[in-house]
């Protein structure tokens, strides 16, 4: 076999734990938004280390071609990006509370508390992660990074300096990079602070939007169900409220719109009841 087609195989279970993991912890986010509660986990992403990345890792940390995938630890990786401080150890104990079901806790590495000397701040966990292949279960490994928005910021920053100049970063960058990486962490901090006001507004806002989408979409069923007329009388209040009303007026004339409808027709929260 050539080792294009080796790669590619070894690499098909990482991919798939990959896009796996990422909608699971996606899949929290969205619950607590559809129950208008504040998520503790703001946005995921995720990748499959690149093969050059691999063999240059390997190179760097000595790790024999055979060894790769029980040693290097981070060929799977996923970002979960958090708002404030404080949701990082949030997502921390849902990702512990998972421990010995989907997903098994190797070990944890608290870089927040810790940080590296670049000023480099996120909580890295590597876990364990089972994927059902067409050949049987394969156990690979994963690292899952917690971080705020401002230490994704500085890391994604950093990183493309690192590669840039191929880790001799000059003097001067590098000690701008540590008071930039300070200045992030500053921010988190005067960001933690007010974060009441901050997720007060947002839960506000996202409490708005689900409710102007379930009376749109009440309003649409009344016209299609051939309540054309109360369709256009609840359109028109809408209309108004949406000037100048306020947030109960809008759930007030939700309900009014749900007794006019048969109650298996009625959509909230972008189900059928
Ligand atoms: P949503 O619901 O918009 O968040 P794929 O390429 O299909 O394997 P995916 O998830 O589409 O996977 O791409 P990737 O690159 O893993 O993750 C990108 C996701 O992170 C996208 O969300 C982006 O919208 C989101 N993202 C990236 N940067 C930011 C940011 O600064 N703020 C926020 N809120 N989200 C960001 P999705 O997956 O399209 O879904
Ligand atoms: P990628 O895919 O390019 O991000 P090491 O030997 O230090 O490279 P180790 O000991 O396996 O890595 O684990 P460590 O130190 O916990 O780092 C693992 C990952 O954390 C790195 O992956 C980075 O994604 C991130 N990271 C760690 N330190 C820094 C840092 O100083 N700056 C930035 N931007 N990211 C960091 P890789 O290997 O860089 O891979």
């Given at each position: 076999m050539n080792k294009i087609r080796e790669w590619k195989s070894v690499l098909l279970p990482y991919d798939q734990a990959v896009q796996e993991i990422k909608i699971k912890f996606k899949a929290i986010r969205n619950e607590y938004r559809e129950m208008n509660e504040y998520s503790p986990i703001e946005f995921v992403t995720g990748r499959v280390k690149k093969i050059s990345s691999i063999i240059e890792k390997a190179k760097r940390r000595d790790i024999p071609e055979n060894m790769i995938t029980?040693?290097?630890?981070?060929?799977?990786?996923?970002?979960?990006?958090?708002?404030?401080?404080?949701?990082?150890?949030?997502v921390v104990n849902l990702i512990r509370k998972r421990d010995g079901?989907?997903?098994?806790?190797?070990?944890?590495?608290d870089y927040i508390n810790d940080y590296k000397e670049s000023g480099y701040?996120?909580?890295?966990?590597?876990?364990?992660?089972?994927?059902?292949?067409?050949?049987?279960?394969?156990?690979?490994?994963?690292?899952?990074q917690i971080r705020t928005l401002a230490m994704n910021f500085w890391a994604t920053i950093?990183?493309?300096?690192?590669?840039?100049?191929?880790?001799?970063?000059?003097?001067?960058?590098?000690?701008?990079?540590?008071?930039?990486?300070?200045a992030a962490a500053l921010l988190d901090e005067e960001m933690y602070e007010?974060?009441?006001?901050?997720?007060?507004a947002q839960l506000a806002f996202e409490e708005k939007s689900n409710t102007v989408r379930d009376i749109t979409d009440n309003i649409q069923i009344l016209s299609l169900s051939g309540n054309m007329k109360e369709a256009i009388e609840f359109q028109n209040r809408f209309d108004r409220i949406w000037e100048s009303g306020t947030q109960d007026d809008l759930i007030d004339l939700l309900g009014e719109i749900k007794e006019y409808l048969p109650r298996y027709k009625i959509l909230e929260n972008g189900h059928k009841e």
């Amino acid at each position: 076999m050539n080792k294009i087609r080796e790669w590619k195989s070894v690499l098909l279970p990482y991919d798939q734990a990959v896009q796996e993991i990422k909608i699971k912890f996606k899949a929290i986010r969205n619950e607590y938004r559809e129950m208008n509660e504040y998520s503790p986990i703001e946005f995921v992403t995720g990748r499959v280390k690149k093969i050059s990345s691999i063999i240059e890792k390997a190179k760097r940390r000595d790790i024999p071609e055979n060894m790769i995938t029980e040693l290097m630890e981070d060929i799977a990786g996923i970002r979960i990006m958090c708002q404030f401080k404080d949701d990082i150890y949030k997502v921390v104990n849902l990702i512990r509370k998972r421990d010995g079901k989907d997903l098994f806790i190797v070990y944890e590495k608290d870089y927040i508390n810790d940080y590296k000397e670049s000023g480099y701040r996120s909580y890295h966990i590597i876990i364990k992660y089972p994927v059902q292949t067409a050949f049987g279960e394969k156990e690979i490994l994963a690292e899952l990074q917690i971080r705020t928005l401002a230490m994704n910021f500085w890391a994604t920053i950093e990183h493309s300096l690192k590669y840039k100049y191929k880790e001799n970063i000059p003097d001067e960058i590098e000690a701008r990079l540590i008071r930039a990486a300070e200045a992030a962490a500053l921010l988190d901090e005067e960001m933690y602070e007010i974060r009441k006001e901050i997720i007060n507004a947002q839960l506000a806002f996202e409490e708005k939007s689900n409710t102007v989408r379930d009376i749109t979409d009440n309003i649409q069923i009344l016209s299609l169900s051939g309540n054309m007329k109360e369709a256009i009388e609840f359109q028109n209040r809408f209309d108004r409220i949406w000037e100048s009303g306020t947030q109960d007026d809008l759930i007030d004339l939700l309900g009014e719109i749900k007794e006019y409808l048969p109650r298996y027709k009625i959509l909230e929260n972008g189900h059928k009841e």
